[in-house]
């Protein structure tokens, strides 16, 4: 079955630390992999989008990473702030863009000033 | 914020009830999707509509239905409410033209069911 994973523990950081987050398919084959930041009681944010035959996006503070042959993406916020505190998504899109997202269960970043 | 909007907030209803709950999408967009997020999960996809044709269903028994109209906001309807359905609704507006578009998510509409 089609699983997307990702640590289910929160991530506690230093602020100023790099925080990085994992998430694991299995079963699909992407063609475009995101990630989303989500604040309680509010819908996710869009952050970046990576496609399929890009290895690394960038975006300020932040870094993306995808291995299709590990079938993993990296994500990662450099020089981490308290307002980055939140739950942070993985989601992937199937070919065709169709625009439905498979998301992961989310990996909540706390940043300790 | 984007411009999705999503009524009401909250709702409370009884196993059994039927509920409505509604979307207005972004200016401009021509998509809107759905998505059922229960506590502690990432959300799941729900059904997708693309000028007022159901464009995609995901794992959701037939009691989840909706609309768009032809201004494209949108509706969710849940008939036969059990426990499970319990969570925050999302919806997402894009403009689609066949490849990737950013999707703008909405507040989501938190709904209990007793």
């Known amino acids: 079955s089609q699983k997307i994973e990702q640590n289910s523990e929160a991530l506690n950081i230093q602020e100023g630390k790099t925080a990085t987050l994992t998430c694991n398919y299995t079963?699909?084959?992407?063609?475009?992999l995101q990630w989303y930041r989500q604040d309680p009681g509010r819908g996710p944010v869009f952050l970046l989008l990576?496609?399929?035959?890009?290895k690394e996006k960038r975006k300020e503070r932040l870094k993306v990473t995808f291995d299709t042959t590990l079938k993993q993406s990296l994500f990662h916020i450099t020089a981490s702030q308290p307002a980055d505190s939140a739950t942070y998504l993985c989601?992937?899109?199937?070919?065709?863009?169709?625009?439905?997202?498979?998301f992961g269960k989310g990996n909540q970043v706390v940043v300790i000033p | 914020e984007t411009g999705v909007t999503q009524s009401p907030t909250h709702l409370i209803k009884t196993r059994g009830q039927q509920v409505t709950l509604r979307c207005s999408s972004q200016s401009g967009h021509n998509t809107v999707s759905w998505y059922q997020q229960a506590l502690g999960q990432g959300p799941q996809f729900i059904f997708q509509?693309?000028?007022?044709?159901?464009?995609g269903r995901g794992n959701f028994p037939p009691r989840f239905s909706g609309l768009q109209f032809p201004n494209y906001s949108s509706e969710l309807n849940v008939n036969a409410l059990e426990l499970d359905d319990s969570a925050l609704y999302l919806c997402?507006?894009?403009?689609?033209?066949?490849?990737?578009?950013?999707?703008?998510f909405g507040p989501g509409t938190r709904l209990t069911v007793l």
């Open positions: 509509y693309y000028r007022e044709e159901e464009n």
């Open positions: 079963n699909y084959s992407p063609a475009y």
């Open positions: 989601a992937l899109e199937g070919k065709g863009g169709n625009n439905r997202l498979a």
């Open positions: 990576i496609r399929e035959n890009e």
């Open positions: 997402a507006s894009s403009f689609w033209q066949g490849s990737y578009n950013e999707q703008f």
